[in-house]
């Protein structure tokens, strides 16, 4: 089974930057599509971005991800990055990567999930 850890969360002021890390363990994370979530307080988990397999090289951004966030592949340190750029008061929760993803392509088993990296983006 495929272990995920986060990492790279903190506390920024609005417009800030932020890198997340997904580091794979028990398998090569390159089979996988790769998804980020969040979770804020009192709303709903949202699917923040995917990246599919290096072969298929698929990803995506929700709209309010687009422009500001870039996902990627690290495969020779089996992990994934998320790049958050101009981050915003509601970008606010706790980030967690999993498999498979919903949106891009990979192997279908193996469901896994992090335990998550809070992200505190003050006015």
């Known amino acids: 089974q495929v272990q995920l850890v986060e990492s790279g969360g903190g506390s920024v002021q609005s417009g800030g930057s932020l890198r997340l890390s997904c580091v794979a363990s028990?398998?090569?994370?390159?089979?996988?599509?790769v998804d980020w979530f969040r979770q804020a307080p009192g709303k709903e988990v949202e699917e923040v971005s995917c990246?599919?397999?290096?072969?298929?090289?698929?990803?995506y951004y929700s709209d309010s991800a687009k422009g500001r966030f870039t996902i990627s592949r690290d495969s020779a340190k089996n992990t994934v990055h998320l790049v958050m750029t101009n981050l915003k008061p509601e970008d606010t929760g706790v980030y967690y990567c999993?498999?498979?993803?919903?949106?891009?392509?990979?192997?279908?088993?193996?469901?896994?999930r992090g335990q998550g990296t809070q992200v505190t983006v003050s006015a």
């Open positions: 990246i599919g397999t290096p072969w298929d090289g698929d990803t």
């Open positions: 999993a498999i498979p993803a919903r949106r891009c392509l990979g192997l279908s088993g193996g469901a896994s």
């Open positions: 028990g398998e090569r994370l390159d089979y996988y599509g």
